[in-house]
């Protein structure tokens, strides 16, 4: 099945704590994005990549990094530096001949 | 740079009865157009999507969207919805030949579909 798993589905850290969360996608995309999700908010764009060994900064991008060494991967750490990172946690990735987004399922990132 | 607008938040709508989500677009070039739908806890999936053609647009779960460029809109419309429609709706909107940051999206409209 061809597809984008994210995990955990749910993810609970302490204050302080970095934490990274996993985007594997086997659609042999090239292009993938982090997405965080608040309620009323939409959707706002953290972090995207292009390519291997390549990324930008999106619109929120403060108290986060990436890294793209592989094709299929795409993890996103959240830092102790992110203000507020109890969040809904999306990727995405985007196909060569057209332009639609495809999402992974999801994580819940609880920080208390 | 492009921006959407989803002008209602919340939309409760009875069983079986029509509903229509409002979304418009703003942009300096030509665009391709999204909806999707998010169930709750869960990622985004397309719903339809217009890239050239005809302005009417057919897309999953007997949902369809009208492209109107003079209004730079793009509604959502269902004749009649079922309780198994509630959910999030997302309309998005990428610029012809593929923006490097991807989509962007609106805020959101949540259907909340009534018995």
């Known amino acids: 099945d061809g597809g984008i798993t994210q995990s955990p589905k749910y993810l609970f850290r302490k204050e302080g704590q970095n934490v990274t969360l996993s985007c594997e996608q086997n659609?042999?995309?090239?292009?993938m994005y982090w997405y965080r999700q608040d309620p009323g908010q939409g959707l706002r764009l953290i972090y995207y990549?292009?390519?291997?060994?390549?990324?930008q900064k999106g619109d929120i991008a403060e108290g986060y990094s990436v890294s793209r060494e592989k094709k299929e991967s795409f993890p996103l750490t959240v830092t102790s530096a992110q203000k507020n990172p109890t969040a809904f946690y999306l990727c995405?990735?985007?196909?060569?001949?057209?332009?639609?987004?495809?999402f992974g399922p999801g994580t819940r990132l609880t920080v208390t | 740079a492009q921006s959407v607008t989803q002008l209602d938040s919340q939309v409760p709508v009875f069983e079986e009865a029509p509903v229509e989500l409002r979304c418009n677009y703003s942009?300096?070039?030509?665009?391709?157009l999204f909806w999707y739908v998010q169930y709750p806890n869960q990622g985004l999936q397309l719903l339809l999507k217009y890239l050239s053609g005809s302005t009417l647009v057919k897309g999953i779960n007997g949902f369809e969207a009208e492209f109107n460029k003079s209004q730079t809109s793009f509604h959502l419309r269902k004749p009649s919805v079922h309780i198994s429609d509630t959910a999030e709706y997302f309309c998005a909107v990428s610029i012809l030949g593929g923006g490097a940051d991807g989509l962007t999206f609106g805020k959101g409209t949540h259907l909340i579909i009534q018995p």
């Open positions: 942009s300096s070039v030509s665009v391709y």
């Open positions: 659609l042999n995309h090239d292009a």
């Open positions: 990549s292009q390519i291997v060994n390549d990324f």
């Open positions: 995405a990735t985007t196909g060569q001949l057209n332009y639609e987004q495809y």
